[in-house]
Each structure stands twice: as structure tokens, then as C-alpha cells.
């Protein structure tokens, strides 16, 4: 939903001239990462009277933030490719990704789309699909190594497969008698 003066002069020059716009992540002291996401709006489903709009964004390519310009009623900036290591996810680390996913979803009774094993972007469709929390999905977008990122998707996709476990394991208990009783947790 783009509302803010500056953003809507942003989206609409973006949609008319078929241009890219950046991402990054803000923190509440004005400070900015260094890494970003290219954008590009795939569709305008929506335009109000008084010029908001609600629009879809695809993220693309990967940026390293090189200085904040001015000018614009926006942030603007130089910005530069950012290129992995050649360091491949281990096919162990991408079985127990997907695995592990797949369970997340059947945990989560989500009817998510499951990513293909061969996906080359299989880190990246996984972590689009799961809220794991800002720094971490910041944490996996800056990582320039593939095996690291894929290891560390698996222990985010774990994390968050013991947390809908955990919810419903309470909320089951919780529905038996309107009492929650403390869970005795396995070492």
C-alpha cells in the first residue's frame, strides 16, 4: 500500500518507465544496511482518488549500498552487484532444507507452494516463504556464501518448525479444560 508523497512519486515513475527501485532495511535510528534488494512493481491492482495505491513488487538481484545520494523526494543511491562465492550448498543441507520446509508447512496446515530441489534460487524461494524475523532474513540476504546460507535456512526452518509445533501443542492443551499447564520439554 503505497500512501507516503514520496513513494507514490517513486512507484509511479517506476510503473511508468518500467524501472527497478531498491530495498533496504532501515533500522529505527536512520541508519541502513548495506544490503539490498532490487524491486521492480509487477502490478498496479489498485488506484485511489487521492493517488495511494496498492501494487505488487517482485524482488530481484542483490545490492551492496555504496552512498546515499540526495536530490530526489526519496533515498537514492550508488549502489554495486554483489556476487557469491563459489561455495555450493551441500546436497545433505538442501534435502534437509526441503524436508524440513515440507514439515514447517504441514505443521503450519499451510497450503504454501513447495520450491523445486533443482531451483537454483532454492534459498531464496525458502526464505521468501517464511517469516523467520527482519535480521534474520537480513542476516541470509547478506550472506555471499550459498553452503553458509543453505545451513542457515535449515536452522531458521527448524526454529520456526519447533515454534508452530510449540503453538499448537498449547493450544491443543489449552482446549481440553480452558488450562495451559507448563510443558515438560525433552533435554
Same mark, same amino acid.
Given at each position: 500500500?503505497?500512501?507516503?508523497p514520496r513513494? #507514490?512519486e517513486?512507484i509511479?515513475e ?5 524501472n ?7 533500522t ?6 548495506e544490503?539490498?534488494?532490487r ?5 498496479v491492482?489498485?488506484r485511489l482518488?487521492?493517488g495511494r495505491m496498492n501494487v505488487?513488487?517482485?524482488g ?5 549500498? &555504496? ?6 523526494s526519496?533515498?537514492?543511491?550508488l549502489?554495486?552487484e554483489?556476487?557469491?562465492e563459489?561455495?555450493? %550448498?551441500?546436497?545433505l543441507d &538442501?534435502? #534437509?532444507?526441503l $524436508?524440513v520446509?515440507t514439515d514447517?508447512?504441514?505443521?503450519a ?7 523445486e %530441489? ?5 534459498d531464496w524461494?525458502?526464505a521468501?516463504r517464511?517469516?523467520?524475523? &527482519? $535480521?534474520? #532474513?537480513? $542476516?541470509?540476504? %547478506?550472506?555471499?556464501s550459498?553452503r553458509y546460507?543453505?545451513e542457515r535456512l535449515?536452522?531458521l526452518?527448524?526454529t520456526?518448525?519447533?515454534a508452530v509445533?510449540l503453538? %499448537?501443542?498449547l493450544?491443543?492443551r489449552a482446549?481440553?479444560?480452558?488450562k &495451559?499447564s507448563?510443558l515438560?520439554?525433552?533435554p
Open positions: 500500500h503505497i500512501f507516503e513513494y #507514490k517513486l509511479e517506476c510503473v511508468e518507465k518500467e527497478e527501485f531498491g530495498l533496504v532495511l532501515s529505527g535510528d536512520g541508519a541502513v544496511h544490503i539490498g534488494t524491486a521492480r512493481v509487477t502490478d491492482i489498485e482518488e487521492d505488487v513488487v517482485e530481484g538481484e542483490r545490492f551492496r549500498l &555504496v552512498e546515499l545520494t540526495s536530490g530526489r526519496f533515498t537514492t543511491g549502489v554495486e554483489v556476487v557469491d563459489d561455495d555450493p %550448498a551441500s546436497p &538442501v534435502a #534437509k532444507a $524436508e520446509f514447517l508447512a504441514v505443521a496446515e499451510s497450503d504454501v507452494d513447495l520450491p %530441489a533443482d531451483d537454483p534460487g532454492l524461494a525458502l521468501a517464511v517469516d523467520f524475523g &527482519v $535480521e534474520p #532474513k537480513q $542476516e541470509v540476504l %547478506a550472506s555471499t550459498p546460507r543453505m535449515v536452522e526452518l527448524q520456526s518448525l519447533e509445533k503453538e %499448537a501443542t493450544r491443543e482446549g481440553r479444560n480452558g &495451559v507448563p515438560e520439554l525433552e
